[in-house]
């Protein structure tokens, strides 16, 4: 997937328990995202990356927290996963600002 | 996986016809149009794009029509191959945002 990789492809975890996931890439972009797709919701930003350390909200951020410490890598980390989490989680990256997305293949994640 | 096409409109076309595929975007001050193919189990892939001051652009088998007056974006695939069934996604952006938006996406269905 053009030099971008989820980690885990699969997981399930307890509710409660932390949860992290974890995308790289090797495009050197600026701009990365954190995606979930649920049915009937369609792709929802969770939260965004314009650069290392400088992170942002999306549109779904409750429960959620992100962190970029170096360009290639993108945390997103459940602190208390909640089964209204279960969810497909997409990364996506960008080099500039207004350019289409290059996403992973997901991480699908179920909390049990 | 096969959850992303729960819940959305389908397109059913005989191969070998063309399909046209629509979408309705919200905000009039986007300038930046793209359409993302989902097969079942991977992440979201780019198609095809066209940007606001075109209203019609063409790739391999595929043309995407833009309509700024009623809003209205298509996504046309010329002769269907039982490999165009997918999720289809439009997504917009606009000049001073950064972020793409996503539709919730027509679900395409090649019948041999």
């Known amino acids: 997937d053009a030099g971008i990789t989820q980690s885990p492809r699969h997981k399930v975890t307890e509710t409660g328990t932390p949860v992290t996931l974890r995308c790289h890439q090797t495009?050197?972009?600026?701009?990365m995202y954190w995606y979930r797709q649920d049915p009937g919701h369609g792709l929802r930003l969770i939260h965004y990356s314009y650069g290392v350390k400088d992170t942002d909200k999306g549109e779904v951020s409750d429960g959620y927290s992100v962190s970029r410490s170096k360009t290639e890598d993108f945390l997103l980390t459940l602190e208390s996963a909640t089964s209204s989490q279960t969810s497909v989680y997409f990364c996506?990256?960008?080099?500039?600002?207004?350019?289409?997305?290059?996403f992973g293949s997901g991480t699908r994640l179920t909390v049990v | 996986g096969e959850s992303v096409g729960l819940h959305l409109p389908t397109l059913s076309v005989q191969e070998g016809d063309n399909s046209i595929i629509n979408c309705a975007y919200s905000n009039s001050a986007s300038d930046y149009f793209i359409w993302y193919k989902q097969e079942s189990g991977k992440g979201p892939q780019f198609i095809i794009d066209i940007r606001s001051n075109m209203d019609k652009r063409q790739g391999q088998r595929v043309t995407v029509l833009l309509n700024k007056t009623v809003k209205h974006l298509s996504l046309q695939i010329a002769a269907t191959q039982p490999g165009d069934s997918a999720v289809y996604f439009c997504?917009?952006?606009?000049?001073?945002?950064?972020?793409?938006?996503f539709g919730k996406g027509t679900k395409l269905s090649v019948k041999p």
């Open positions: 996506a990256i960008s080099g500039t600002s207004n350019y289409g997305y290059t």
């Open positions: 495009e050197n972009h600026r701009y």
């Open positions: 997504a917009e952006q606009g000049r001073s945002q950064g972020n793409l938006i």
